[in-house]
């Protein structure tokens, strides 16, 4: 399943790099601390956080994460969207929770293919 | 290479261990290897901005067998390194916390992703850490479950 898969069942929104959708996703990870993130997180992911200033960039460039869900309509200030975009993270975006957001990918993912 | 890190400089936070890691994929090193050395550094660099009093340094060298990784402050020092070591305790302030910072790991997932992990701190003086990453990962060492 690629991250464009993903944005379309889950109706997500892009705000960067969206030539990058191709992606492949290996699973997901749910966390709003970062050190958490990169001691649990793997490359391929997708992490489901409201964390949302230019650090969360930083750890999802070093993880290797295929993009970052921020959610509950929570938007990146200027300074991490210019850096995703510069660093080639993707950033999606929607207004759900993070509850039911993970919950939805984490059912997406476990369809059988 | 070395890195000046700016204590306190959280809109920065992330720019140096990022860099560090393209660069080590351009020179050669696997995307695993250079994914384990981009951790360790953020954790040092994060570390570094939200508890040093006066900013210190990050070395990066690529050795024959190793990368090593090398980080200096000039304080505070840390009092109990056993207790810092511990997943989950944390001394982060408030305004740390609520951007993510001070999950209490920081430390424990630079051990883990290195292969020989040393620190030495004083209070007062400071603190110095040298982590060393294997090369070659062809065996496929798995990361230790936990660090001692």
């Known amino acids: ?113 | 290479m070395t890195y000046e890190v700016r204590a306190g400089d959280i809109e920065h936070g992330g720019s140096v261990s990022a860099r560090i890691k393209t660069d080590l994929i351009e020179a050669g090193v696997s995307p695993s290897v250079a994914r384990r050395a981009g951790i360790v550094s953020f954790e040092a660099e994060m570390n570094l901005i939200v508890y040093s009093t006066a900013g210190g340094t990050i070395a990066v060298a690529v050795e024959s067998e190793f990368i090593v990784i090398r980080v200096e402050d000039r304080g505070p020092g840390i009092e109990d390194i056993k207790l810092a070591m511990t997943p989950g305790y944390s001394t982060a302030p408030d305004w740390a916390t609520d951007l993510g910072f001070g999950a209490g790991m920081g430390l424990f997932n630079m051990k883990r992703n290195a292969d020989r992990f040393e620190i030495e701190s004083r209070v007062g003086e400071g603190t110095r850490i040298a982590c060393w990453i294997q090369k070659d990962d062809s065996a496929g060492r798995p990361l230790h479950k936990e660090a001692q």
């Open chain 1, 1 to 113: 399943m690629t991250v464009a898969d993903v944005v379309d069942r889950l109706g997500l929104a892009v705000l960067t790099n969206e030539s990058d959708l191709g992606r492949e996703v290996t699973g997901g990870v749910a966390s709003d601390l970062l050190s958490y993130v990169l001691g649990t997180g793997a490359p391929g992911q997708i992490w489901v956080t409201v964390q949302h200033h230019t650090n969360v960039v930083a750890v999802a460039q070093v993880a290797g994460l295929a993009a970052v869900l921020l959610a509950d309509g929570r938007m990146p200030d200027e300074a991490a969207r210019t850096r995703a975009a510069s660093e080639g993270v993707i950033l999606l975006q929607s207004d759900e929770r993070a509850f039911d957001l993970a919950g939805r990918l984490y059912r997406l993912l476990a369809e059988p293919r």
